[in-house]
């Protein structure tokens, strides 16, 4: 309910016509009249919350979102895109931050929602929530949950920095920046066997891969089921399982288009099980 509240808010202020095929702009290079085309801001006036910025992860340039002093009022920095087309039941939102906040009561928050068309019909989501200083740029992924079974066709992105004190009349000056977004492959879970007799990580297939791959795990009782892939240096790429599962043997496809070759660990935490897999993508 926190994903939706906080997206319906800033969604139905302002509401788009354009559709777009994929995440528009997703790397903050194009900007019109001090926005970033195909996103849409809150900003008033003079007082700009949304900015290009050079520091960049990748390119030329990235979106600072900033809390500015309006007559010594916070003005929160709002961005989103809505009406993105998608065709597939994506498993995550990626994309790269920095985030310097003026206190411990300032964060980030990134949500992601899916639908099948209509505004009012929302079929997944996913939301998460920074805070403390990130000085350099760091990898996020937003695991995408789905109500039902339906294919989404239309995605919403929203970003905001906001002062979560009581009051909520702080955090002036604290910013994020945002750069290179992109939609994680799909994640479906499928049952494949009859109850195994132990908890298993089977190594993926086929190794290496590009750009997809399958992984198979086992629990022998109803489980709450982590299944996460990091990169060589431990950083999180995404989360593709993250739910209770009942006893049985299950196949997950890991997409890794967006990704550069190299390493990648899948961990799998199920009950008191843990292990890892080393998974090679070739590019």
Avoid: C
Avoid at 48 to 58: A, E, K, L, P, R
Avoid at 93 to 110: A, C, E, H, M, R
Avoid at 165 to 186: E, M, V
Avoid at 193 to 208: C, E, G, M, R, V
């Amino acid at each position: 309910m926190k994903i939706i509240t906080k997206f319906f808010f800033v969604f139905f202020l302002v509401m788009q016509v354009n559709t777009f095929s994929q995440i528009p702009n997703a790397g903050f290079e194009n900007w019109t009249m001090d926005d970033p085309d195909g996103w849409s801001t809150l900003d008033f006036g003079f007082y700009n919350s949304v900015t290009q910025s050079s520091d960049n992860h990748s390119g030329s340039s990235a979106a600072k979102l900033e809390i500015v002093d309006f007559g010594g009022n916070p003005i929160y920095a709002f961005m989103f895109a809505d009406s993105i087309g998608v065709s597939e039941r994506h498993g995550s939102l990626n994309g790269y931050y920095k985030f310097i906040p003026q206190s411990d009561k300032d964060v980030l928050d990134i949500a992601v929602l899916m639908s099948d068309g209509s505004v009012f019909n929302f079929i997944g989501g996913g939301f998460l929530e920074f805070g403390g200083t990130v000085s350099s740029y760091t990898q996020f992924s937003v695991p995408i949950d789905y109500f039902s079974s339906e294919t989404p066709d239309t995605a919403f992105i929203e970003f905001i920095v906001v002062d979560t004190s009581k009051d909520g009349s702080g955090g002036i000056g604290s910013y994020a920046l945002i750069d290179d977004l992109s939609f994680g492959g799909p994640t479906d879970v499928e049952p494949v066997d009859q109850i195994p007799s132990a908890y298993s990580l089977k190594q993926n297939y086929p190794n290496p891969f590009n750009p997809s791959t399958k992984i198979i795990f086992s629990i022998t009782e109803q489980s709450y089921v982590d299944l996460t892939v990091y990169d060589i240096l431990g950083n999180e790429i995404t989360k593709l399982v993250s739910d209770n599962y009942p006893a049985g043997e299950y196949s997950v496809d890991f997409n890794a288009e967006n990704l550069p070759g190299g390493v990648y660990i899948a961990r799998l935490s199920a009950g008191k099980y843990l292990n890892a897999i080393k998974m090679t993508l070739l590019k």
